[in-house]
């Protein structure tokens, strides 16, 4: 939004730079913790896509 970007139609996507990525990652952790009202923690997990599946797999188990 700083950058005048707002999804509009015709509207080219800012360049996610580390700094931009950021920025964004602390806002939906802040979003976050105040719709839960716990603190976030991040995974320290190095194969994000290994925990997503056992995640998906523990979740699918409990059906």
């Known amino acids: 939004m700083a950058n005048g970007f707002q999804g509009q139609a015709g ?3 800012p360049e996610m730079t580390p700094e931009v990525v950021a920025g964004i990652t602390d806002r939906y952790i802040e ?4 719709i839960t009202g716990v603190p976030f923690v991040k995974a320290e997990d190095a194969d994000p896509a290994a925990r997503i599946e056992k995640n998906i ?3 699918l188990k409990s059906l």
Do not use: A, I
Request: proline fraction near 0%; aromatic fraction near 20%.
């Open 57 to 59: 797999d523990t979740f």
């Open 31 to 34: 979003l976050y913790e105040h």
């Open 11 to 13: 509207q080219q996507v």
